[in-house]
């Protein structure tokens, strides 16, 4: 499932030994660093463990990239601009809490509507996830990253225009508390 900038090219000829004996002292030298500096960190042990593809640039300019971007962009800010809008429109109400549960559970149904073009990621932690386990590349993961941040601060500049500036004394209001 990985595209194919990500194979490695079969060599057109096969080393001498020579070089063959130098690989592997290399490999041997990198490995043995690798596994005393992963004793010493845990951390490392997760990342020597976890599948991480980089990717290539190209995989970004093909189609069904373009389109889960922009599909990740449509829902991204349909949750936020849902979720955030309806939370203020509650007002801290507890009888509004239901107007809040229903905004979010139509947000879900487009969500899972969508979720098979992009993933339905719609959260960076998400994404950092699927990249730790293999089923993304960085490359990839880097413009989900962008492209939700965008997505989630244009839901709340949008906000911000259609309540007039509320969003900032709503969320002052109740943080606060």
């Known amino acids: ?34 596994v005393t500096f992963c004793l010493e960190n845990p951390f490392f042990v997760i990342l020597k463990m976890a ?41 801290g109400a507890l009888a509004a809490l239901l107007f809040v549960a ?13 979720g098979h073009i992009s993933g339905g990621h719609l959260n960076p932690a998400v994404t950092i996830g699927l990249l730790f386990g293999g089923h993304i590349t960085v490359v990839r993961s880097a413009f989900y990253w962008v492209i939700q941040l965008l997505a989630s601060s244009a839901a709340c500049l949008l906000l911000k225009y259609l309540t007039g500036g509320l969003v900032r004394s709503f969320l002052l209001t109740h943080l606060s508390k």
Do not use: Q, R, W
């Open 1 to 34: 499932s990985l595209p194919p900038c990500l194979y490695k090219p079969t060599p057109l000829h096969k080393p001498s030994c020579k070089a063959e004996e130098e690989n592997k002292k290399k490999k041997n030298i990198l490995s043995s660093f690798f």
């Open 51 to 91: 599948k991480i593809a980089l990717g290539c640039c190209s995989e970004v300019t093909k189609p069904d990239c373009i389109k889960a971007l922009v599909v990740e962009f449509i829902v991204t800010f349909l949750f936020v601009f849902a979720g955030v809008g309806s939370a203020m429109a509650a007002g």
């Open 102 to 114: 229903v905004a979010h559970t139509f947000v879900v149904a487009v969500m899972i509507s969508a």
